[in-house]
């Protein structure tokens, strides 16, 4: 068993929000096949900004800006392996400089479907062939990343958005290679019961939740109409802390890059209560979601803080 990076935290833990939607709200174009780690080479400052912005707000973990960052990706801009490397690197320490010793650092690994920036991510259709064909290449692709975001030294991996059972089963034997690094697993969910690929997501859980390095399981970016009925499922099928960040709702349109709608009219804080309630406790929010939102969940999670 690793070392649990909340064990200083006496109850629930608060995460930040979407960087992505809190880098564009500042002015940043992510219309680049790269989205948010564009700006690892680009405007790093920025990012810094971003991550210390949402401590301000009271966010107890900041998630680093690697979740679209990839060797085969960066190697787009003409960047090689070294130097990706070092760029992979360099968002655990834009993370660690935003966060200024207040917060946590969750090194990111998005799902393959996120690299591809076409919104596979969101159904979990790689069109990589039928599991035995596609689970090598899925390892073989996260894996080097993941030991080189490891290597960075964060306080641990937020393995976010996986949309797929095939996916996660990669993920987990990368997992069993970096033992001394403790990681949460979270899943995009298409309802209140399965993955984006259809696999229920008490499936998910049971395939995860036990795993010697994995600190908490659970769902993100998913609509909060169901993310409450998932920290659920989580909670009845294990001791393993549950983690919930959802977006802000709606539907992703994939050409524009963007999500349209909003199923959060009230703010973040209302459905972080109900979250704990259900079982949960890593909370915080990811595409839509903003400062002002972990403010309020904050204030509602922690009112007398």
């Given at each position: 068993?690793?070392?649990?990076?909340?064990a200083a935290f006496a109850d629930v833990v608060v995460l930040d929000g979407g960087l992505?939607?809190?880098?564009?709200?500042?002015?940043?174009?992510?219309?680049?096949?790269?989205w948010s780690a564009r700006l690892l080479l680009d405007d790093p400052a920025l990012i810094v900004d971003v991550h210390r912005a949402y401590v301000d707000a009271g966010a107890d973990v900041v998630i680093g800006a690697s979740y679209q960052a990839s060797f085969e990706g960066l190697a787009h801009r003409g960047?090689?392996?070294?130097?990706?490397t070092t760029l992979?690197?360099?968002s655990v320490e834009l993370a660690r400089e935003g966060a200024e010793g207040r917060a946590l650092v969750a090194a990111s690994i998005g799902p393959y479907g996120a690299v591809r920036a076409d919104g596979a991510e969101y159904t979990g259709d790689y069109g990589l062939g039928d599991a035995d064909t596609a689970?090598?290449?899925?390892?073989d692709f996260?894996?080097?990343r993941a030991e080189a975001l490891a290597a960075a030294g964060p306080d641990l991996l937020a393995i976010e958005t996986i949309p797929s059972i095939v996916e996660a089963e990669a993920l987990v034997q990368i997992l069993g290679t970096l033992a001394d690094t403790p990681a949460w697993v979270s899943f995009s969910c298409r309802d209140g019961g399965t993955l984006n690929d259809g696999t229920p997501f008490e499936v998910a859980v049971d395939l995860v939740a036990d795993h010697p390095t994995v600190v908490a399981v659970g769902v993100n970016c998913t609509t909060p109409n169901v993310v409450a009925q998932l920290v659920r499922v989580a909670a009845e099928r294990s001791d393993t802390p549950v983690v919930v960040y959802p977006n802000r709702g709606g539907t992703w349109d994939a050409p524009a890059k963007r999500w349209v709608g909003d199923d959060l009219p009230e703010g973040l804080g209302p459905l972080a209560l109900e979250l704990r309630r259900a079982g949960a406790r890593l909370i915080g929010g990811c595409c839509g979601t903003g400062p002002s939102d972990i403010r309020d969940a904050r204030a509602a999670l922690r009112p007398a803080a």
């Amino acid at each position: 068993m690793v070392a649990d990076p909340f064990a200083a935290f006496a109850d629930v833990v608060v995460l930040d929000g979407g960087l992505a939607t809190e880098l564009q709200a500042r002015g940043a174009d992510l219309s680049d096949e790269l989205w948010s780690a564009r700006l690892l080479l680009d405007d790093p400052a920025l990012i810094v900004d971003v991550h210390r912005a949402y401590v301000d707000a009271g966010a107890d973990v900041v998630i680093g800006a690697s979740y679209q960052a990839s060797f085969e990706g960066l190697a787009h801009r003409g960047l090689d392996r070294a130097a990706a490397t070092t760029l992979l690197g360099r968002s655990v320490e834009l993370a660690r400089e935003g966060a200024e010793g207040r917060a946590l650092v969750a090194a990111s690994i998005g799902p393959y479907g996120a690299v591809r920036a076409d919104g596979a991510e969101y159904t979990g259709d790689y069109g990589l062939g039928d599991a035995d064909t596609a689970r090598p290449l899925l390892r073989d692709f996260h894996g080097p990343r993941a030991e080189a975001l490891a290597a960075a030294g964060p306080d641990l991996l937020a393995i976010e958005t996986i949309p797929s059972i095939v996916e996660a089963e990669a993920l987990v034997q990368i997992l069993g290679t970096l033992a001394d690094t403790p990681a949460w697993v979270s899943f995009s969910c298409r309802d209140g019961g399965t993955l984006n690929d259809g696999t229920p997501f008490e499936v998910a859980v049971d395939l995860v939740a036990d795993h010697p390095t994995v600190v908490a399981v659970g769902v993100n970016c998913t609509t909060p109409n169901v993310v409450a009925q998932l920290v659920r499922v989580a909670a009845e099928r294990s001791d393993t802390p549950v983690v919930v960040y959802p977006n802000r709702g709606g539907t992703w349109d994939a050409p524009a890059k963007r999500w349209v709608g909003d199923d959060l009219p009230e703010g973040l804080g209302p459905l972080a209560l109900e979250l704990r309630r259900a079982g949960a406790r890593l909370i915080g929010g990811c595409c839509g979601t903003g400062p002002s939102d972990i403010r309020d969940a904050r204030a509602a999670l922690r009112p007398a803080a």
